[in-house]
């Protein structure tokens, strides 16, 4: 009766984890792979469900049968929803395979001498090559974070487990009959397994969710939803920190101040949807022309900050003039605003240990130069000037 009640156990677990799962799904929608997630501890559930009606039918094929492809259906689901959830294409190639291997399977193993070494291997087969695609998918999203690493971990343990319950059945002796398998020591050893990896397996699939959930969060706490960039508090939470970093290891950094010429004028004239449109056009050209590692926000109605990570005053001012030419010259089809806008820059150089809020202030200084010189252009906050040669010194 010990794997009777370990089985319950993991039928008691499996219950637990699909209804955190299915709770997960339903209070957060962009956790993609908790249903899936949810629905392959169902499964696990109607598994476990059948391994006890086993013991009670006089022919145990059918039984046995259905309780070998629930369990792989238990398993597929369940890596759907970690493709999902890792955003990833789910191996449908690699998953169709199995499943059709598996089919080819049944009559074969269904047909083989109960407990024969050969039969045992084979059942176990498409568990061990189901489990193995969770290990290879995850490490080939890119995740490496120490979660990730021990969810691979776990599913390389897991599918050593399946590969080894045919030798363990060997060691300790199988039953005669499936109506007897819950009798046997191999099977309280094979349900002990399952359950330790099960709840190891659901935790730390828990722990990611709830890891990426929060940081989606954040991020959404930190991005603007109109232009896609950062507000003004992730701005001054990332740019902060990459200053620390260039304080550390004694690198530069340039901050461009931005501003949108004559934007009153857009919104009395075209309108408030007008405005936002050409608000949204002048982010993604900011963030598609910065460089990788460039920090974008937005900190006001129609007030831009780029922070250029490891930069010079030149490289800044480049970068400023490049966007400000290519946005003057771009007509913009908003609404049916068939015009062309401009826009001011400022640029300022990082001197350590300046604050951040002191270098904006620098850069919106040089921002005020360029509105009051004419708008649409670029100027240098002026203490980052090099001094002009005197004529005739020596």
Known sequence: MTAAFVLGI????????????????????????ARWLALGCGMG????????????????????????????????????????????RPPWTAMTAIWIVTI??????????????????????PYFAMQALFGIMIWRSGRRQPLDLLLVALQAVAAAIYLLKPL????????????????TTYAA?????????????????LLVTMRDTTAEMIARSETDPLSGVFNRRGFERHAEAA??????????????????????????S??????????AHFAAMLAETAPSGAIVGRVGGEEFVVLLPGALLSDGRLYAEVVRAAFAAAKL????????????????????????????????????????????????????????????AA
């Open 10 to 33: 993991n039928m008691a677990v499996a219950g637990i984890f699909a209804v955190a799962f299915a709770v997960v799904a339903a209070t957060n929608r962009s956790a993609r792979g």
């Open 45 to 88: 559930i109607v598994n476990a469900g059948l391994e006890f009606l086993l013991r009670q039918q006089a022919d145990p094929v059918p039984v046995s049968i259905g309780i070998f492809l629930v369990f792989l259906s238990a398993l597929s689901f369940a890596l759907i929803g970690v493709a999902r959830h890792y955003h990833v």
């Open 104 to 125: 080819l399977l049944v009559p074969v193993i269904f047909n083989m001498t109960y407990g024969s070494l050969l039969r045992l291997a084979l059942y176990q087969l």
């Open 168 to 183: 363990f059945a060997m060691m300790v002796g199988t039953a005669p009959t499936p109506q007897d398998y819950m009798e």
């Open 189 to 205: 050893i094979s349900q002990s397994g399952s359950v330790v990896v099960l709840i190891a397996t659901g935790l730390v699939m």
């Open 243 to 268: 200053l620390a970093r260039a304080g550390d290891d004694g690198s530069r950094a340039v901050l461009i101040a931005a501003d949108l010429d004559h934007f009153k004028r857009i919104n009395d």
């Open 270 to 279: 075209f309108g408030h949807a007008a405005g936002d449109g050409v608000i």
């Open 333 to 392: 089809p908003v609404l049916g605003v068939d015009r062309r806008f401009s826009a001011s820059f400022g640029v300022a150089q990082w001197m350590p240990p300046e604050a951040l809020p002191d270098l904006m202030h620098r850069a919106d200084t040089a921002l005020y130069r360029a509105k009051t010189g004419g708008r649409n252009r670029v100027r240098v906050a002026l203490g980052d000037l090099p001094p002009t040669p005197v004529r005739g």
